[in-house]
């Protein structure tokens, strides 16, 4: 995980649990990774991807919002997603063991365990279930072995020359 210049890099797979408190402590890694200069950096936990529980740090979800100002869909069809995602959507903050409290709702809609898996994807965290993470890990790459292509691969331009 690394910061860049504008967003933190979101890595790795980590093994947790969450609490009886419905809390959830970031690997030491990822809390490094966090702004120190900003106060307890907030967190937002939100639904994504029906249904995948995902956190933002508050830069990245403050982006995420502002680029939905220049989304390519209809007006009334921004305004229904927004609908959706904001009202879906709460702060979360570290406590000053580096636990988050997830909110109990969004818990509940997606249906999470106690034992789960937090994984990097980029701009994002994402909380799933371990045994049916781990299962759907196991299932994509026997039918996909293609997605453990080289990087230089994915990024190979139509005409063929490397990107």
């Known amino acids: 995980m690394r910061r860049g210049p504008d967003a933190l890099l979101f890595t790795g797979t980590y093994e947790h649990t969450i609490d009886a408190k419905q809390r959830l402590a970031l690997p030491s890694e990822v809390r490094r990774s ?3 200069a900003r106060d ?3 967190l937002y936990a ?4 029906g ?3 995902a956190l933002y740090t508050e830069r990245d979800f403050e982006r995420l919002a502002a680029r939905l100002d220049d989304s390519e869909r209809s007006a009334d069809a921004v305004l229904e997603y927004e609908q959706v995602l904001f009202s879906l959507t709460r ?3 570290l406590d000053s063991q580096g636990r988050v409290r997830l909110p109990e709702q969004l818990l509940r809609m997606v249906d999470l365990g106690r034992e789960v898996v937090l994984i990097g994807v980029k701009d994002h965290m ?3 279930d371990r045994q049916q993470w781990a299962e759907r890990m ?3 790459l026997a039918e996909r072995p293609d997605l453990l292509m080289n990087p230089r691969r994915v990024l190979r331009r139509v005409d063929g020359r490397d990107g």
């Open 138 to 140: 196991r299932r994509t």
């Open 46 to 49: 939100t639904i994504i991807d």
């Open 51 to 53: 249904p995948t529980l």
């Open 34 to 36: 966090l702004d120190p």
């Open 126 to 128: 994402q909380i799933h």
């Open 40 to 42: 307890g950096e907030r």
């Open 91 to 93: 702060p979360v903050e």
